[in-house]
């Protein structure tokens, strides 16, 4: 009996192999493969910047205080995403140009990252300095390359690279120039702590401290209990050993734990200092 339908007409109809969507599993996997490697690699470099930083420019409590955590924050955001990402659109073994975007997507991410940790380091805390009755968080920024000139000589004219040292500052004795340095403090400027030409060592002010700064217990008021407890238990001192100053910071305040009879700072808390 005869076929009505020709193999060759059987052949027309019969469906071609689905190839196409194993071959789109496949580039997928290996978009992703790539991007998972470019994404670690990215974690590893970003954690060691991170590690780095968080270390030595802003330790402890002035993580939070002087902003380090939200730029930080923005430097994983887009540092650790947009090469991975970019790598997923791009990649295609056996692409000719894949090594070039690759190197693209690197030098991006290179120059993305390095303004990030210039913009860190701009913000970085440089002194802890005693003005009168607290401590002010002077930062990199705040330290023009001006004043820095004007103090040369005195061991300040240099912003520190170690992370933050501990100084003092002395009142102008002249009243003209108290007068413009607290107008400048009103229009947005630093105020005493910006100029490091009245920076002294903070030894020569203990008396000073010591007049000013509170018992322990009273950050009790404006702090829960526990946090209190924690913060003296990272201090390794007795609360009777101990007195706090307030510190005004970029981002909010902190307490400094100054020993009770030497004023020596012993721990700079994430406590806030007043109920505000």
């Excluded at 902003?67 to 430097?75: D, E, H, Q």
């Excluded at 000073?208 to 404006?222: C, I, K, Q």
């Amino acid at each position: 009996m005869q076929n009505p339908i020709g193999i060759e007409d059987a052949e027309a109809v019969a469906p071609a192999p689905q190839k196409a969507p194993v071959r789109a599993r496949d580039l997928l996997a290996a978009k992703a493969r790539a991007s998972g490697v470019h994404f670690t690699l990215s974690l590893v470099i970003a954690s060691a910047v991170f590690l780095a930083i968080y270390f030595i420019w802003y330790p402890g409590a002035l993580f939070s205080a002087a902003g380090g955590r939200g730029l930080l924050t923005i430097i994983f955001l887009v540092d650790v995403t947009l090469g991975p990402v970019l790598t997923f659109i791009v990649f295609k073994r056996g692409k000719k140009s894949l090594v070039f975007d690759l190197s693209v997507i690197a030098l991006v991410q290179l120059a993305a990252l390095c303004y990030g940790v210039h913009a860190v380091f701009l913000a970085r805390p440089a002194y802890i300095a005693f003005v009168k009755d607290r401590f002010d968080l002077a930062v990199a920024a705040d330290l023009s390359p001006k004043e820095l000139e004007k103090a040369r000589g005195s061991g300040y004219e240099r912003i520190p690279l170690d992370g933050p040292r501990v100084v003092a500052v002395r009142i102008p004795s002249d009243p003209e120039e108290s007068m413009r340095i607290a107008q400048d403090a009103l229009a947005g400027g630093p105020d005493l702590y910006g100029y490091p030409r009245f920076y002294r060592p903070y030894g020569e002010v203990k008396d000073d401290v010591l007049r000013v700064a509170r018992p322990v217990a009273e950050l009790g008021r404006f702090n829960a209990a526990e946090d209190v407890a924690r913060e003296l238990a990272r201090a390794g001192q007795p609360a009777e050993t101990l007195r706090f100053v307030p510190m005004r910071a970029t981002v909010r305040d902190l307490a400094v734990l100054v020993d009770a009879r030497t004023a020596a700072v012993v721990r700079i808390s994430g406590l806030r200092p007043w109920p505000y």
